[in-house]
């Protein structure tokens, strides 16, 4: 069964540092990446997404990718209140042509002021 | 703004009654999905169309049935609602060829 895997948490992480999310993939055909933020009775948004090998920058946010390893991350630089939500990896398995994601059950993240 | 309207946005109902949502898009996407969320599962997908009257099942299809019969409209049934299908649950467009998918707002539906 392919399988996306991400930590629980809850991990907290002091305003102003780095949060650092981690996601792990069972299919090794696997070509799009995605990560989505949720906050508490709302619906998923899009963060970013990450298709190549390295890193790919958005403002604060950082994505990762090494397929080699099947894994994912997602870097946050200077943390705020704003940023706790729960973060969503999702990940396209089989390639393009497989229109559909798969999600792991999300890392909740808090920020302590 | 995705373009996504879901609808309704809340509904309680009873064990047995048939239950239709409803997601309409403005964005022309062929791809729709509907999705459910539940504490421990993460997002898990029911059904999702790549055309007018084209569908395919998700992995947890079982007690739900899926129309599309307009590019903009994809409607979910639950022909016979059981307690087991008090979840929220999330239409989304998109996802051409690795594409992101872009959420709607959610139907929290509660059975009884």
């Known amino acids: 069964q392919k399988e996306v895997e991400q930590n629980s948490g809850p991990l907290s992480v002091p305003e102003g540092a780095i949060a650092s999310l981690n996601c792990t993939y069972s299919d090794r055909g696997s070509q799009s990446f995605f990560w989505y933020r949720q906050y508490s009775g709302k619906s998923p948004e899009l963060i970013m997404f990450i298709y190549s090998n390295g890193d790919k920058e958005d403002g604060r946010f950082t994505a990762q990718l090494n397929k080699a390893s099947q894994y994912v991350s997602l870097l946050i630089r200077d943390s705020q209140p704003s940023d706790s939500a729960t973060y969503l990896c999702?990940?396209?398995?089989?390639?393009?042509?497989?229109?559909?994601?798969?999600f792991g059950t999300g890392t909740r993240l808090t920020i302590i002021p | 703004d995705a373009g996504i309207t879901q609808s309704p946005r809340h509904k309680v109902t009873e064990t047995g009654t048939p239950v239709t949502l409803r997601c309409h898009q403005t964005?022309?996407?062929?791809?729709m999905y509907w999705y459910r969320q539940d504490p421990g599962h993460g997002l898990r997908l029911i059904h999702y169309?790549?055309?007018?009257?084209?569908?395919d099942k998700g992995e947890v299809s079982d007690g739900y049935s899926v129309s599309r019969s307009k590019t903009e409209d994809f409607l979910l049934t639950l022909e016979s609602a059981t307690s087991s299908q008090t979840s929220v649950y999330f239409c989304a467009t998109g996802g051409t060829r690795g594409q992101p998918q872009h959420f709607g707002d959610g139907t929290r539906l509660s059975i009884l």
């Open positions: 169309s790549y055309g007018v009257k084209d569908t």
């Open positions: 964005e022309n996407h062929r791809y």
């Open positions: 999702a990940v396209n398995m089989g390639g393009f042509g497989n229109e559909k994601l798969t």
